[in-house]
């Protein structure tokens, strides 16, 4: 157990240092508003747990320390063989937090603090701060029991919902490619203050702050997470930005080609939340093409380890990553090696041409980026995927359709079928990944040897567990097994 002295000089003499104490039997609400206070208040938080014998408390003392030791704010947790008034000289720390209604009483830390010149505060928090561990769970936990499976289309297309767990499980091993655009992803969750009195503006206030790996970069974490061995080739800016997002995906075990263009900072998108809503975005890009010099470089590492994959992935935001010399040449080499290709071509605040990745075995496009590809606002769904399929001689095409769920137009070998499925998740947290997960988790099926019409409902699974949580975090295969594991709850077709 660390002593007061040795605290004090891990911390060393520059940093400020915050002290709380208490019994904490159950850890509430009350205690996190005022932990919370007091971390922010100094660089460490060092939290004094009263010992066994100490009036009050009902929980032994290895039992207290290791849920304080489980908070994040939290960096030193230390049971108090004494009175805290001994602590506190001893350590010396900058603030001693107490509750609010202890300001006014007899306090011994009061003393303690006034031979050293420290201070004590009485706080209680903010209310607001209850809310970070609803935050976390939106964030972490995903709510499977939102989502209903479709009826009929399993046997119009002979095979079971719980036949797919051998589709999942040939994931494994698959040496797949992943080529496009990265992305930064930062999501801002705020309290709403108000009105502005000078003018019509919402005022907030940040709590917290969660970042993800996004773009191209999470379609390769979500393969890799799934059972993928995956290579990723990337381009980023020489910034924080890019070098976070290059520990991250290493962290989740992600090979990374990441080549630097000083022209651009690494692309930045951050998401101001309340309540559970997206009240803005800012973006921070630039969209120009690589130039030359990048775009060969990044030809020649695909082409290094083209021979041994068995998928490769264009994931194009249209950020500049993916210009057309480069994706022809990676698609001919990977035409003329019988290696399966499927493609993403995302338009949402920026213009796209899906049709440009030209014999893919698979293409994902939205309604909307289906009908920039082929010029077309008028005609229906199914007309729209087949002009789609043939201006692009792609195998297959699905487009997605947010809360109506999905169009595929697939090959049966002898001729196209059009069926659709209806979107799983009835009640989406966050809809922001549910066409990447969706994209990657379909084209590993159909990498793996699984028809289209399998592959779709895998890839309409993967999203509906996917938007039941708060930003993009890598879809785990378990997931995917406990839902199909859960009895069945069917939505009308």
Request: hydrophobic residues 45%; proline residues 3%; aromatic residues 6%.
């Amino acid at each position: 157990m660390l002593m007061a002295q040795e605290i004090r000089r891990l911390v060393g003499p520059d940093k400020k240092i915050s002290f709380v104490s208490g019994n904490f039997n159950v850890v509430h609400p009350g205690h996190l508003r005022i932990l919370k206070f007091a971390a922010e208040s100094a660089d460490f938080l060092v939290v004094g747990l009263n010992p066994d014998e100490a009036d009050g408390v009902t929980v032994t003392a290895d039992m207290r320390l290791e849920a304080i030791e489980a908070l994040s704010i939290t960096d030193y947790a230390v049971l108090l063989e004494g009175g805290s008034d001994d602590f506190i000289k001893i350590l010396q720390p900058d603030f001693v937090v107490k509750g609010k209604e202890h300001e006014g009483l007899g306090n011994i830390e009061a003393a303690a603090v006034e031979t050293y010149g420290g201070r004590v505060l009485f706080c209680s928090g903010e209310m607001r701060f209850s809310s970070i561990s609803l935050l976390k769970r939106d964030y972490s936990e995903a709510n499977l029991s939102n989502i209903r499976k479709a009826r009929h289309y399993p046997a119009r297309h002979g095979f079971e919902v719980v036949d797919l767990k051998r589709c999942l499980n040939a994931f494994a091993g698959l040496k797949v490619l992943v080529i496009g655009d990265l992305i930064v992803d930062r999501y801002v969750d705020c309290d709403p203050l108000g009105m502005s009195q000078e003018d019509p503006t919402i005022v907030v206030t940040p709590i917290a702050s969660t970042t993800f790996v996004g773009g191209a970069g999470i379609v390769a974490a979500h393969a890799q997470s799934l059972g993928a061995d995956v290579s990723y080739f990337t381009v980023i800016g020489d910034d924080v930005e890019g070098r976070d997002a290059r520990q991250r995906l290493a962290d989740y075990d992600v090979k990374t080609l990441m080549l630097i263009d000083e022209t651009r900072p690494t692309t930045l998108k951050q998401r101001f939340r309340a309540h559970g809503k997206t009240l803005l975005r800012v973006n921070q890009l630039r969209q120009h093409a690589l130039n030359k010099a990048i775009m060969d470089e990044m030809i020649d590492a695909v082409m290094g380890q083209i021979d041994q994959a068995d998928l490769i992935l264009f994931s194009d935001f249209n950020y500049g990553c993916l210009p057309q010399p480069l994706v022809d040449r990676i698609s001919e080499e990977a035409s003329r090696r019988n290696i399966m290709m499927a493609a993403d071509s995302q338009a949402s605040s920026q213009m796209a041409d899906i049709s440009r990745f030209r014999n893919m075995d698979l293409i994902s496009p939205t309604e909307r980026e289906a009908r920039l590809a082929t010029h077309d606002t008028a005609a229906g769904l199914a007309v729209l995927a087949s002009t789609l399929q043939m201006k692009a001689n792609a195998k297959n095409v699905v487009v997605t359709l947010g809360a109506e769920g999905v169009l595929v137009h697939g090959n049966s070998g002898q001729e196209f079928v059009t069926d659709r499925l209806p979107a799983f998740n009835l009640s989406p947290k966050d809809v922001a990944g549910g066409g990447d997960s969706f994209f990657t988790t379909a084209a590993l099926a159909m990498a793996s040897g699984t028809d289209i019409w399998r592959s779709a409902y895998i890839g309409a699974l993967a999203a509906g567990c996917q938007v039941s949580t708060v930003g993009n975090s890598p879809l785990k295969l378990r997931t995917l097994f406990e839902e199909i594991d859960l009895p069945d709850h069917f939505d009308a077709e």
